[in-house]
């Protein structure tokens, strides 16, 4: 129900964008965002967005990353730029249909996750 793409291998420094596409089957989504899972370690919440576009970042990616969402393509992007070998990992969108904030979000649907190979 939801598809992200956009990942791939890139260098360190330099820029990319993920895109995530929810299914018109999910109504209603409030909260959406982007969580992250490195080998061997545990999955992190990257990047959170309110419908009205209030964001929240995890520490480590602040003013690098920018999380935005069309609501009316019920989307959801995370631009990030300054890549560095430690944003290697796989990346997961996902979506809250609660009306739970974006510091309570809870997904309740998840994408696929793609891949993103950060090398130094």
């Known amino acids: 129900q939801l598809q992200a793409c956009g990942g791939g291998l890139v260098q360190a420094g330099v820029s990319l964008t993920l895109s995530c596409a929810a299914s018109?089957?999910?109504?209603?989504?409030?909260?959406m965002g982007w969580f992250r899972q490195a080998p061997g370690k545990q999955r992190e919440l990257v990047a959170v967005?309110?419908?009205?576009?209030?964001?929240n970042y995890l520490d480590s990616v602040k003013g690098r990353f920018t999380i935005s969402r069309d609501n009316a393509k019920n989307m959801v992007f995370l631009q990030m730029n300054s890549l560095k070998p430690e944003d290697t990992a796989v990346y997961y969108c996902n979506a809250d249909v609660s009306g739970r904030s974006i510091y309570s979000y809870t997904p309740a649907y998840w994408g696929q996750g793609t891949l993103v190979t950060v090398s130094s």
């Open positions: 018109g089957t999910i109504s209603r989504i409030n909260v």
């Open positions: 967005i309110s419908r009205g576009g209030t964001t």
